[in-house]
C-alpha cells in the first residue's frame, strides 16, 4: 500500500499550488465583472395638503400649552403695574440685573414678579401673582430710610425648598444693611437683617440625598484695613456663624487679593491683607512667601513691622 502515497501527496501538493520543485505556479485568475440587476424605483410624490393633514391637530395640542409660556416683555408689562408717578429702582449689584425681576418665591412652579420703585419719599418693593392672565399685587413692602438699592437676589438659605429674597440698601456709612424676605402664608416675612460692605452668596455643591446648601459671606471693614469676614449658613432655626471659613478663604478671598497685588504691586497694604488671608486659608508657605515679598516692596516701617510679626506668627503656629 506505498504506492498511493505519491499520488496522495500530487493531489495535496495541487490543492496547495505547489509543483513538484516545491514552488508555486503562476496562477491566473481571470476577473469576471459581475453585473448587477438593476431594480427600478418608481419614486412617489408623498403631499398632504394643510387642510387634510391629521397631524396639525395633534401638533396644536401638544404645542398649545408651551405658547402660554412665552417670556413676559417686563419693559412693556412693568409700567402698566406701577402706580403713576413711579420710578423703577435698578440695583447696583450685581452688575446688569434690573429691578423687575420674574422668579417663582413659593415654590407653586409659576414665577412671581418682584418690582422696587420709588414713589414720592419711599422705596416700594411689590410682589405679583399672575391669576387667569392677569397680574394683581399681593405684598407690598416700603421703605423711607434709603434711597438706593445695593444689591437684589434670591436664593434658598433656609433650605425650605422656596427661594428667599435679598435686598442690599445703600447706605452713607462704610457698611450697608441687608434684609432677607422669606415666603410665609401668602406674605413675605423678615428673616434678618444684616450688615455688610461686600457680600456673597455660595451655592455649595449639591450632596446625595440632600438639598443644596447656600452660604452667605459678609465682607465688613475690619481693625487695620483688614476684611472682617463671616460665613452664615442656616442651622434649622436661624443664620449661624460658620467656624472653618478656611475653604473658603482659600476659593474666594485669596483670589481677590492676588488680584488686587497683581493690579498695585507697590501698595503695601495689598501684600500684608494677601499674607493674612494665606494665614487663614491654612496656606503657610505661601504666607511666608508673600511677607517676604510684601518686606522688598513696601518702605513703610510700621508695615514692614506687622509683616515680620506675621511671619512669626505663622512660623510659631504651624511649623
Not at 504506492?3 to 495541487?14: K, Q, V
Not at 394643510?50 to 397631524?55: D, I, L, R, V
Not at 424676605?181 to 461686600?198: A, F, I
Request: no cysteine; hydrophobic share 35%.
Amino acid at each position: 500500500m506505498i504506492g498511493p502515497i505519491p499520488t496522495i501527496g500530487a493531489a495535496i501538493a495541487a490543492t496547495y499550488g505547489l509543483s513538484k520543485t516545491g514552488k508555486s505556479p503562476k496562477i491566473r485568475i481571470k476577473k469576471r465583472k459581475i453585473s448587477r440587476p438593476r431594480v427600478p424605483i418608481k419614486r412617489r410624490s408623498f403631499k398632504i395638503s394643510a387642510k387634510s393633514n391629521p397631524f396639525n391637530k395633534l401638533f396644536d395640542t401638544i404645542l398649545s400649552p408651551l405658547k402660554m409660556l412665552k417670556k413676559e416683555d417686563l419693559k412693556t408689562l412693568v409700567p402698566k403695574l406701577l402706580p403713576p408717578g413711579a420710578k423703577l429702582i435698578n440695583p447696583h449689584f450685581p452688575q446688569k440685573i434690573r429691578g423687575a425681576q420674574l422668579v417663582d418665591l413659593d415654590a407653586d412652579g409659576k414665577n412671581e414678579l418682584i418690582v422696587t420703585y420709588r414713589l414720592d419719599n419711599q422705596i416700594m418693593t411689590s410682589i405679583f401673582k399672575k391669576q387667569n392672565e392677569q397680574w394683581s399685587k399681593t405684598v407690598e413692602m416700603s421703605t423711607s430710610d434709603y434711597n438706593e438699592m445695593n444689591y437684589l437676589g434670591f436664593a434658598d438659605i433656609n433650605n425650605d425648598g422656596r427661594k428667599e429674597l435679598f435686598i442690599g440698601w445703600q447706605t452713607e456709612q462704610d457698611t450697608n444693611d441687608l434684609d432677607i424676605y422669606t415666603w410665609s402664608e401668602q406674605e413675605m416675612s423678615r428673616l434678618g437683617r444684616y450688615h455688610y460692605n461686600r457680600l456673597e452668596l455660595i451655592e455649595q455643591p449639591k450632596q446625595k440625598n440632600s438639598p443644596t446648601r447656600v452660604d452667605l459671606a459678609l465682607w465688613t471693614p475690619g481693625y487695620d484695613g483688614i476684611y472682617n469676614i463671616e460665613l452664615l449658613r442656616w442651622n434649622g432655626s436661624e443664620l449661624a456663624v460658620v467656624d472653618q471659613v478656611a475653604p473658603y478663604y482659600a476659593r474666594n478671598v485669596v483670589p481677590y487679593y492676588v488680584q488686587k497685588v497683581k493690579q498695585m504691586p507697590y501698595e503695601n497694604d495689598n501684600w500684608y491683607f494677601l499674607a493674612d488671608a494665606y494665614i487663614k486659608a491654612n496656606m503657610p508657605h505661601y504666607t511666608l512667601e508673600a511677607v517676604d515679598t510684601g518686606l522688598l516692596f513696601t518702605g513703610n516701617p510700621a508695615r514692614k513691622e506687622k509683616l515680620i510679626s506675621l511671619r512669626q506668627t505663622t512660623i510659631n503656629n504651624f511649623f
